[in-house]
């Protein structure tokens, strides 16, 4: 398989209120728009993932499902989030595997993990030694 692409696409209950919630609340730039001008699907960047907001649903399908999102400082992000008036779901932490971890959720529950990863943590360095 040569994947050249890929996103993650929720249909939410409430499309605008979660096209709201990414693009407003989160800051996400948006990536893309199609479907009617009164109401479109939109497309989010989120690092190199893309999240697309599109078609409803009045159960969104969200089993097992989570979104992390790695940012330069999880105590920032949540204290803007806080201040905007989004749930913090889990405040952060640091987690045993050495990442600060913290939970949100979009309008229809889907999880959301902001993580930040410490300068010291073996994510940020490549730990090989070279022949």
Known sequence: MDVLAARIILRP???????????E?????????FGPP??????FFAGPLLIEISGQMDAPARAGTAIW???????????RLADRGIPIVREPRT?????IEAWIADPDGTPIVLV?????HPLRRD???LP
């Open 13 to 23: 209950a409430d499309p605008a209120a979660t096209r709201r919630f990414y693009g």
């Open 95 to 99: 987690e045993s595997w050495g990442l």
């Open 69 to 79: 999102l790695q940012v330069r400082d999880v105590a920032a992000e949540v204290a």
């Open 25 to 33: 609340d989160l800051g996400l730039a948006v990536a893309r728009e």
């Open 116 to 120: 930040q990863v410490p300068p010291e």
């Open 127 to 129: 730990t090989r030694r």
């Open 38 to 43: 009164d109401a479109p699907a939109q497309v």
